[in-house]
């Protein structure tokens, strides 16, 4: 299948640092991203839907200004968590979608925030 | 609101067995239908996915959609202790809207 490489896969910051997450398609094209984050023992909870050249799409109750996504270019989105908090550890995963529908998802990035 | 439901587990089968996930879904209007499987502390894998009514069959893996009823459910043909895992069961509207995930099924294979 289709290759979503993220990195960093393992991330400590202290409160109050930002991090930035990458997400590459390696080899296909994806005008669409997806940004999940998921908890412990919870399912992935879509956070925003980054398109190629424009603003990203934010799910309710997910600040886009805390959560930066750019999506420059049609093999890359990042994900800047600004002022990290330890609330915001959690399991960040984005995933790229193929020309025929087919979802595939980055290895994931765990972030911890001290 | 668009919900996708499937059935917590554990749900546990001896190895060989056929393991049965099943998952509803909400809106009537969902057009694709994923599986995937998630180990712990990994991301999720794609299995299989499905567009139309009835079986799709993949190795030991076989998706059935019944979209009359509104579910989807995986069945994996001699279960081996590797298939231990969080099985996620997606749903798709179309177009370019994401994926609705259910909260998944933890199974276990026992040897």
């Known amino acids: 299948g289709a290759v979503v490489s993220q990195h960093p896969s393992r991330v400590i910051c202290k409160s109050g640092t930002s991090v930035k997450i990458e997400c590459r398609s390696l080899?296909?094209?994806?005008?669409?991203m997806f940004w999940y984050r998921q908890f412990p023992k919870q399912s992935l909870m879509l956070m925003a839907t980054?398109?190629?050249?424009?603003?990203?799409?934010?799910e309710q109750g997910v600040e886009k200004d805390k959560f930066l996504i750019n999506h420059a270019s049609l093999t890359l989105s990042t994900l800047t968590v600004t002022s990290a908090h330890p609330e915001d550890s959690s399991f960040y995963i984005c995933?790229?979608?193929?020309?025929?529908?087919?979802?595939?998802f980055g290895e994931g990035s765990r972030l911890t925030v001290l | 609101q668009k919900e996708v439901e499937q059935n917590s587990g554990p749900l546990s089968v001896p190895e060989g067995a056929i393991a049965s996930l099943n998952c509803t879904y909400s809106?009537?209007?969902?057009?694709?239908f994923f599986w995937y499987r998630q180990y712990s502390g990994k991301s999720p894998e794609l299995i299989m996915f499905i567009y139309s009514n009835g079986d799709k069959e993949d190795g030991r893996f076989t998706a059935q959609l019944n979209k009359a009823s509104q579910y989807v459910s995986l069945l994996i043909r001699d279960s081996q202790p590797s298939d231990s895992a969080t099985y996620l069961c997606a749903v798709i509207l179309g177009g370019n809207t994401p994926l609705v995930f259910g909260k998944g099924t933890r199974l276990s294979v026992i040897a």
């Open positions: 980054s398109n190629e050249g424009s603003k990203a799409t934010y």
């Open positions: 995933s790229a979608r193929t020309v025929n529908g087919e979802l595939f």
């Open positions: 080899d296909f094209q994806a005008t669409t």
């Open positions: 809106d009537r209007g969902s057009q694709s």
